[in-house]
């Protein structure tokens, strides 16, 4: 049996001397963790007036929030002091959650921030016609996923438009960028990414959720621009593109039909044919067409900035549209291509452009040296 003896005087020593270093440092790590966590919470900066400016209006949703600053539309929105908060439950920043409706009036000063006069904020509840979308697009995506290819219905011609590639690496690569992309007020598996075996540069998020994307694009595209373009999805999906541009668009003319009567279930005798034709027919017409222009301008800021966010390289941008426009040429409305939208691919790359120079180019300055997390290099 080994008998312990008492502890050395040095090595008391060495012991509360270590003991008095590791204590320190977790006091230090501590107050730098409540210096940053008064930072973050700091809502405002101080200043007697509101600032000179560009005046601007957003309409969009808060996605991030860096210290004192919303992320909303892609822009960054600095709380003044003199902010006016309006909406339910909102009397002071500290009450607006991320993901929350948020709508924005200001100005804009030299380094692209946006300095908030009024912010109305509310809750992001669905609407009652988002639901009967998602709820067609649940029956597309079932339909798609039990056959294994996704098609398009034209009378009573199938056209196969790939098949669904179960898994391989590129699977994998597609799941890691968008997992990287989604803000964080996401719930966990609430997107879901498939891979269709398809030459055809193309992608589509459906109002559900799930983003179609063609292995043409994966098999050429680097991870920062494929960064650019599932941002770019997924922006139609957080921002409800869908559901927004129903005034007068295809997703509400379907809906128009009996089969739509037999989604939400006011059709008695309504059968699963019934509801995967009309599932089908709203395929076609997803596949094949895009959004407004401002929706589509949208979708270009804020996936942009889901880009940047993730770590990506945000000059993939203009770089990625310019070799769409090079492979696909001027987009006419029946291309059935992702550049299908009612932005011309010029328009489109001069808008990104210009983002990035109000946006970007000082938190890009801000950034310079760190690592990116995709494979280009900014110029």
Do not use: C
């Amino acid at each position: 049996m080994r008998i312990l003896g008492r502890p050395r005087p040095a090595l008391l020593g060495a012991i509360l001397l270590l003991t008095t270093v590791s204590n320190a440092a977790v006091t230090a790590t501590q107050d730098q963790q409540e210096q940053e966590e008064e930072q973050d919470q700091r809502p405002v900066f101080e200043s007697e007036a509101l600032p000179a400016g560009v005046p601007i209006e957003i309409e969009a949703y808060a996605e991030f929030r860096k210290g004192g600053i919303f992320i909303s539309d892609g822009q960054r929105v600095r709380i003044w002091v003199g902010t006016e908060m309006l909406g339910d439950k909102v009397y002071n920043p500290a009450d607006v959650e991320l993901g929350y409706r948020f709508k924005v009036e200001g100005v804009r000063v030299s380094d692209g921030l946006i300095i908030a006069d009024k912010i109305e904020s509310e809750p992001n509840e669905r609407e009652f016609l988002s639901g009967s979308v998602e709820s067609m697009a649940n029956d597309l995506e079932n339909a798609w996923a039990q056959v294994g290819y996704v098609y398009q219905d034209e009378g009573d011609h199938r056209v196969v438009i790939g098949d669904i590639i179960d898994y391989d690496d590129r699977v994998a690569r597609l799941e890691r960028i968008v997992k990287s992309l989604q803000p964080p007020y996401l719930a966990p598996g609430e997107i879901r990414v498939y891979l269709v075996d398809a030459a055809l540069w193309n992608a589509v998020a459906m109002p559900n959720g799930s983003i179609w994307v063609n292995s043409g694009l994966v098999d050429e595209l680097s991870d920062d621009e494929l960064a650019i373009v599932l941002g770019h999805e997924l922006a139609h999906y957080t921002h409800e593109h869908a559901r927004r541009d129903t005034g007068a668009s295809w997703w509400q003319q379907t809906l128009a039909t009996v089969g739509a009567s037999v989604l939400l279930g006011l059709m008695p005798g309504g059968t699963a044919r019934d509801v995967g034709q009309v599932a089908a027919a709203a395929g076609t017409r997803m596949w094949t067409i895009g959004y407004g222009s401002e929706l589509e301008a949208q979708a270009d800021r804020v996936g942009t900035r889901y880009a940047f966010e993730a770590g990506y390289d945000v000059y993939a941008g203009p770089e990625i549209w310019a070799r769409f426009r090079e492979r696909y040429g001027h987009m006419t409305y029946d291309t059935e291509t992702l550049l299908e939208a009612h932005v011309k691919p010029d328009d489109r790359i001069e808008n990104i452009e210009r983002e990035i120079e109000i946006n970007y180019r000082h938190e890009l300055a801000e950034r310079d040296g760190e690592p990116l997390t995709g494979q280009r290099r900014r110029p």
